[in-house]
């Protein structure tokens, strides 16, 4: 099998989606002949032109509404969004509007809309490119949420977003942008696969741990993971995949085999994303667990510019061994 | 400001589609006064924003449109829900929280659509409306360039009410906010990206005057919305929306427009609701006498007066009326509660 870069398999998946239904279309800022702000469209304006490789004022909240106007009559649009942070500009018509049009006018419409969007820090952005925002979406019902950790799910993951009836917010990595993995030729046998929303995948198996990861953390849990196994320790490696719906039944899956949950998230740790896992895993796990759920999270802060500032407040590969550690030393 | 003076296009209307006309500026009317009353005896819970003394640009603008075209309203859209061809006693039950509502009793006044009819929904977010409608206008606009390569199309009228004149090559989107939604981010980003894209769609600002209680001159600069058009290098005009036919005449040029190809028309109807913003509303910010003033502009005996309309055959269309009204009303009480639902098996598609 090939290997390709996230960035690219994210493209395949939508010029396979647009060749395959005309009603697939892009729109955002610089996404045409510019190729958007990380790449990711390149090329796409070439093969399917200006109409549906379309590019916008800087107008977020009207680009999203303008993608669940389409939507509701009929396309499939997907909207990119350049920076995760500047979602915040579109907070009306992704909550108001995308997430409340099929429930709250009878089911008589459905809205099936993908706002493609990168978050995350380890570039040195800074405060307003740097955020993983993700639990806000969790919060709204209406909403899927998903946040790929490989090439292979963010070409399989975003193909089943596309083909979705409901309001999908694709959470994308910039760090994992450039990160290869190994994806089918599109022309091999299972080259046209989809990854279905709302399920996770056990990447690492365990006796001892389940650390529960998404995005960019997955690699890093697993990382964690592979040196823990060096010291005795064998760890379950939970990779979400989809926030919202959530896949409650595989974390308590995990969680009940090795009684310890250790749930790794790049966004800021209160009301975070590791919260709400931290309740369910508490909620539908309590009488397996053999430790209280621990979390390693970001800072409380906003996400730093400098270099150094900026690692010390994102967790990584060695916040998780040491956490994992002194879970299983504590309660062993 | 310069309304666009009354052109009645008696000639181009017969009296059946007149009466027609008339007889959905009545029921929005009669609808709305008894809303109030139910309101105010608290048989229906909730809040709603009566739409009583604009009719005319509600039924004036969805005169000129079919089923094809589609709308978006805002939180005071029960006339653009009647005038779009909802059916009155459905929305009476959405008012009520019956289960037989468009909504099935979740939606409510402010979140009513009837897909069926082209209307998209009412809205409660001030200016919600407007990048929604833009979205619509533009896959009607990618639809066509797809099938035609040119963005022409035939659709074929389906409407008996949409005179021959206007070429129905394409469909179109009109898209309702207030004085109040114009001043929100949403009006300048939709009008700017419509006018790039040069889409069918027409903004129609109802100017009453009020955002809630905030007076138009406390709260917008320029000398008027439709002056903003300017700025877009689009059409704009300022129209009397208790004249249905200036409204007409107005929204003819821009549907012409929209269905050519011409890209987007800002239209600024001036307007006034009789009643106040919301059912608590004590209307302590404006004047008795101006209230007064406005009523003798009233949008229904404009018409009437128009056409020449008998008092005995006014009467009897508004017997017929009130009589619809009732039957909204009984349909919407004898209709089922809505059953508590499995959340999850209807919040997603």
Redesign the interface.
Known sequence: MREIYYSWALREAMAEEMERD?NV?VLGEDIAEYGGAFKVTQGLVEKFGR??VRN??I?E??I????????????R?IVDIMFQDFITLAM??IV??AA?????????????VVFRTPAGGGRCYGPTHSQSLEAWFMHV??L?VVAPATAYDAKGLLKSAIRD??PVIFVESKLLYGIKGQVPEPDADGGDYTVPIGEAKVTREGEHLTIIAYSRMTGEAERAADALAQNGITCDVVDLRTLA?LDADTIAASVEKTGRALIVCEDCKTAGVSAEIMARVTEECFDFLQAPPRRVAAADTPVPCADTLEKAALPDAQNIIDAATALIQQYS | MHPASSSPDSATLSPQELSIHLRTMLLIRRFEERLDELFASGVIKGTSHLYAGQEAVATGVCSLLSHDDYITSTHRGHGHFLAKGGSAPALMAELFGKATGPSKGRGGSQHVADYAVGFLGSNGITAGGLPIATGAALAVQMRQQRETGNGKRETGNTNPRLPTSIPQQTACVASFFGEGGANQGTFHESLNMAAVWKLPILFICENNLYAMSTRLDEASSGPTIAARAAGYGIQGAVVDGTDFFAVRAAVEKAVERARCGDGPTLLEMHTYRYYGHSKSDKREYRTRAEEDDWRTRDCIEKLCAAIGLEAADFEAMDAEVMREVDEAVAFAQSSAEPEVEDWESVIYA
């Open positions: 005309p279309f109409a549906r916008t004022p107008s909240n009207t999203c509404g303008v993608g669940v106007g389409a939507a509701i009559v009929g396309m649009p009306d018509q108001n509007h409340k049009f099929h429930y709250m006018y009878g089911g008589q419409c459905r809205v099936p019902p209406g899927k009836d409901n719906p």
